[in-house]
């Protein structure tokens, strides 16, 4: 099992990067795919997770209307696009595999110990 973002790299406050989750060694159509991320000093949190059904994708609030989780199941790649970048932006970003939902009921998966498969990390860093 192989998880691998990329697409990471140093950005002026409001600009744009995409994110790139190359996987391999799973059934990544079965997988709600998340999106992760640690600043320094902080705690990992989940910030994004897009589902295996339809792509409906849930974010977390300081990032909804900015980033766009999105996948290509021919591919077997998902992706975030993440526009209007702030400088409280900058972590480590990490993809991870776990419910293909993302959610049970109105409970939405947010949590490293809800994922099961996870790949290194790509470092975004927003600065002018």
């Known amino acids: 099992v192989q998880l691998q973002a990329s697409g990471g790299g140093l950005v002026q406050p409001g600009g744009s990067l995409r994110l790139s989750c190359a996987t391999s060694g799973f059934s990544f159509t079965y997988y709600g795919i998340g999106w992760f991320r640690q600043a320094p000093g902080k705690e990992r949190e989940g910030i994004s997770c897009?589902?295996?059904?339809?792509?409906?994708?849930y974010y977390l609030d300081s990032v909804e209307g900015r980033f766009t989780a999105s996948r290509d199941n021919a591919k077997n790649t998902a992706y975030l696009q993440m526009d209007s970048l702030k400088p409280e932006d900058t972590a480590v970003y990490y993809c991870a595999a776990g419910s293909p939902a993302c959610h049970s009921g109105s409970y939405y998966y947010t949590r490293e110990i809800e994922f099961d498969y996870w790949g290194q990390g790509t470092l975004v860093t927003v600065s002018s």
């Open positions: 897009i589902n295996s059904k339809d792509g409906t994708a």
